[in-house]
């Protein structure tokens, strides 16, 4: 008998199936022996096979070639004390689309028992925009830090700051057109004195 054939799989696709279809990440459920036995449109959309493509295949058909031998190990070990668990704490893991194309992604694993059979619950997210964005902020910050190292030239007489152009800015100009500092003025209480002592006296 296949794996298509389980006669729990009619059930689970009959109670789950619509629920399944409206989970934001790629779900893919899969028996102790690492057989695939269901999987929603986002899991075909995002490795790019058909359902009847991945039932029945390991789910190691989903990541990189190099990677399989260990995760066969190590999904034996996790299978072996099921828990609700990451899929590797505090990291991402390598993916494979049908196409070659390699990715990134986050999975969570929730150990399952339907119809007498222990299966596990695989929810599969894509991380690899979100390295992109770190990637674009932890660039945004050292350039920052380089920015606050260097020596800025600064005016001894009128305060005036020289930007990177040769360009000769107001204190204020400069701040805005670095940062997202924006100026109101006031004026300080030793000023108010020196342009009106009578009334600021102390």
């Keep these: 008998m296949s794996l298509a054939d389980h006669p729990f799989l ?6 789950f199936l619509d629920f399944l279809e409206g989970v934001p990440d790629s ?10 036995v269901l999987v929603n449109a986002n899991a075909e959309r995002m490795f790019g096979y058909s359902r009847g493509e991945l039932i029945g295949k390991e789910v190691e058909i989903l990541m990189p070639t190099q990677f399989r ?3 066969r190990h190590h999904r034996a070990t996790c299978y072996a004390n099921p828990g ?10 390598p993916a494979l689309r049908k196409d070659g194309a390699e990715f990134l992604v ?3 694993l929730n150990p ?9 619950w695989s929810a599969i997210r894509s991380v690899s925009d979100r390295e992109h964005i770190f990637a674009q902020v932890r660039a945004a910050v050292d ?7 260097s020596l800025i030239p600064i005016c001894a007489w009128c305060k005036r700051i020289r930007d990177e152009h040769g360009v000769w800015e107001q204190l204020e100009q400069f701040i805005e057109s670095h940062s997202e500092a924006k100026f109101t003025h006031a004026m300080c209480p030793d000023c108010l004195r020196k342009l009106d002592p009578a009334n600021h006296d102390v």
Excluded at 143 to 149: E, V
């Design 106 to 108: 986050e999975i969570n």
């Design 112 to 120: 399952v028992e339907i119809g007498g059979h222990r299966l596990v």
């Design 27 to 36: 779900m893919v459920l899969s028996d102790f022996k690492g057989r695939i």
């Design 10 to 15: 009619e059930s689970i696709e009959g109670k």
């Design 84 to 93: 609700v668990r990451p899929m590797g704490v505090a990291q991402v893991l």
């Design 143 to 149: 350039s920052a830090l380089i920015s606050l190292r």
């Design 69 to 71: 031998t260990r995760h």
